[in-house]
């Protein structure tokens, strides 16, 4: 299982950013996927949790209200829609999946992405 994400990039405080993760599968819809966060110093974030069939979510509550997560099963890619960011936001920003558990614990997902930068000034 391969994870890539994109989207990343630098935006004032205020301002959205859109990231994407595919991920080479032939059985995406049967991952759990998440996104996490790490900025340097900090251990590493649960920020957002989609079921397989999208219709459940969870949420850092950090993060509750300001971003969005969901998934395209047809395209093998999930979403994470960052809006009012902060630049507490500031990190890398990881896809992860895994197949049972619906949770945000990073030492329960064993397939991740290369992670994307996140810059909010």
């Known amino acids: 299982v391969q994870l890539v994400e994109s989207g990343g990039g630098s935006v004032q405080a205020g301002g959205s950013l859109k990231l994407s993760c595919v991920v080479s599968?032939?059985?995406?819809?049967?991952?759990?996927m998440g996104w996490f966060r790490q900025s340097p110093g900090k251990e590493r974030e649960g920020v957002a949790g989609?079921?397989?069939?999208?219709?459940?979510?969870l949420y850092a509550d950090s993060v509750e209200g300001r971003f969005t997560i969901s998934r395209d099963n047809d395209k093998n890619t999930v979403y994470l829609q960052m809006n009012s960011l902060k630049p507490e936001d500031t990190a890398m920003y990881y896809c992860?999946?895994?197949?049972?558990?619906?949770?945000?614990?990073?030492?329960?997902?064993?397939?991740w992405g290369q992670g994307t930068q996140v810059t909010v000034s």
């Open positions: 599968s032939d059985t995406f819809s049967s991952y759990y």
């Open positions: 989609i079921t397989t069939s999208g219709q459940s979510t």
């Open positions: 992860a999946a895994k197949r049972y558990c619906d949770n945000i614990r990073a030492t329960t997902f064993p397939f």
